[in-house]
T-cell receptor, first 116, second 118 residues
Framework: AQKITQTQPGMFVQEKEAVTLDCTYDTSDPSYGLFWYKQPSSGEMIFLIYQGSYDQQNATEGRYSLNFQKARKSANLVISASQLGDSAMYFCAMRESKSGFQKLVFGTGTRLLVSP | GAVVSQHPSRVICKSGTSVKIECRSLDFQATTMFWYRQFPKQSLMLMATSNEGSKATYEQGVEKDKFLINHASLTLSTLTVTSAHPEDSSFYIC??????????????FGPGTRLTVL
């Protein structure tokens, strides 16, 4: 079974609007971490936001917030006030304690296109 | 934040030759480094995990004799693609952990190396 599922291969949003990128995960480990990375066309992986499985509150980092619904095993990324520079691939990833919190497993990604 | 560099950023080689890619943590000591491969329009797939001073742990399906990983110091790991073939053409990305902040939380990624085998 896929550990990380991103069902949206592509998303379109207009500048200044908010967009939600979906991510569901599968794990039996009670302790895990969830990440979102942005990959622009240049290729580098840019860390956006992190959510620990025991964190009580949803993570926020500037315009990025993570809608963490533990019971549904979802960790959707919300980007508010989209900017043209947000156009990129976005990857959701998970790290489990059983791997010593080392191994990151990535989803297939969502390509976001922000239009003027 | 922590900086990880990769060299070269792009390499083109002939089939049958070996290519070495370096991954360096510039401002922190990386106890663990990771090597990923990303084919066009696909996700990152972990190839191997290396801890300084010990042998790398390879993921299932990754040939350790073809992809040689050396993590000789806390700031340098190398990936050597031996006897490269066109199907090895890919984007190779390293990451490192053990940097500033909660070390258990974040991996810092290098900018990647695009390998093209002719």
């Amino acid at each position: 079974a896929q550990k990380i599922t991103q069902t949206q291969p592509g998303m379109f949003v207009q500048e200044k609007e908010a967009v939600t990128l979906d991510c569901t995960y599968d794990t039996s480990d009670p302790s895990y971490g969830l990440f979102w990375y942005k990959q622009p066309s240049s290729g580098e992986m840019i860390f956006l936001i992190y959510q620990g499985s025991y964190d009580q509150q949803n993570a926020t980092e500037g315009r990025y917030s993570l809608n963490f619904q533990k019971a549904r095993k979802s960790a959707n990324l919300v980007i508010s006030a989209s900017q043209l520079g947000d156009s990129a691939m976005y990857f959701c990833a998970m790290r489990e304690s059983k791997s010593g919190f080392q191994k990151l497993v990535f989803g297939t990604g969502t390509r976001l296109l922000v239009s003027p | 934040g922590a900086v990880v560099s990769q060299h070269p950023s792009r390499v083109i080689c002939k089939s049958g030759t070996s290519v070495k890619i370096e991954c360096r943590s510039l401002d922190f000591q990386a106890t663990t480094m990771f090597w990923y491969r990303q084919f066009p329009k696909q996700s990152l797939m972990l190839m191997a995990t290396s801890n300084e001073g010990s042998k790398a742990t390879y993921e299932q399906g990754v040939e350790k004799d073809k992809f040689l990983i050396n993590h000789a110091s806390l700031t340098l790991s190398t990936l050597t693609v031996t006897s490269a073939h066109p199907e090895d053409s890919s984007f190779y990305i390293c990451s490192a952990s053990g940097g500033p902040g909660p070390a258990s939380v974040e991996q810092f990624f290098g900018p990647g190396t695009r390998l093209t085998v002719l």
